[in-house]
């Protein structure tokens, strides 16, 4: 019975190398997947080619290199950060559109109310907001609608 052979320090960094290219790079056989996450004996053999280049020493950069060349950019990933990027400022800009027309729509009734006079008891943080310091906000908010 042979005793189990002890990994290296070098066999080691590979392994983790290896397994963070494979849980960050898209998967070429699973669209929208990693290569760690995709179910395809595709990927096994992609995750054990992964680890042979990192136990040859290549760096991430060699590697990922590799892969791109091999599968190339579009389905390695390229496109897809780039498209992730997009969606990631459009959400932005769509969320920021959001607050500002609900921050409108709550402060105008209490401008409104503020400005006859009514609901001082149940308005009154807002009681102690003049009139200019209202418009002012709203000019602002107009000016912040029209980006």
Same mark, same amino acid.
Not at 30 to 46: K, N
Not at 52 to 64: C, H
Not at 118 to 124: F, I, L, R, W, Y
């Given at each position: 019975?042979?005793?189990?052979?002890?990994?290296?320090? !070098?066999?080691? +960094?590979? &392994?983790? /190398?290896?397994?963070? %290219?494979?849980?960050?790079?898209?998967?070429?056989?699973?669209?929208?997947?990693?290569?760690?996450?995709?179910?395809?004996?595709?990927?096994?053999?992609?995750?054990?080619?992964?680890?042979?280049?990192?136990?040859?020493?290549?760096?991430?950069?060699?590697?990922?290199?590799?892969?791109?060349?091999?599968?190339?950019?579009?389905?390695?990933? !390229?496109?897809? +950060?780039? &498209?992730? /990027?997009?969606?990631? %400022?459009?959400?932005?800009?769509?969320?920021?559109?959001?607050?500002?027309?609900?921050?409108?729509?709550?402060?105008?009734?209490?401008?409104?109310?503020?400005?006859?006079?009514?609901?001082?008891?149940?308005?009154?943080?807002?009681?102690?907001?003049?009139?200019?310091?209202?418009?002012?906000?709203?000019?602002?908010?107009?000016?912040?609608?029209?980006?």
């Amino acid at each position: 019975m042979s005793s189990p052979v002890t990994p290296t320090p !070098a066999d080691l +960094q590979a &392994e983790s /190398l290896a397994r963070d %290219i494979a849980a960050e790079m898209p998967s070429p056989y699973c669209p929208g997947r990693s290569i760690a996450s995709c179910p395809t004996q595709a990927a096994r053999e992609l995750e054990d080619d992964i680890l042979g280049l990192a136990k040859q020493g290549q760096d991430r950069e060699q590697i990922e290199t590799a892969l791109v060349s091999r599968f190339g950019e579009e389905k390695m990933g !390229a496109a897809q +950060q780039s &498209e992730i /990027l997009v969606a990631i %400022i459009l959400g932005a800009v769509l969320a920021l559109a959001m607050i500002v027309v609900f921050a409108r729509k709550w402060l105008r009734p209490a401008a409104a109310q503020a400005a006859s006079g009514e609901g001082a008891k149940s308005s009154a943080p807002l009681a102690k907001v003049s009139a200019d310091e209202l418009d002012r906000l709203e000019d602002e908010l107009d000016e912040i609608d029209g980006i």
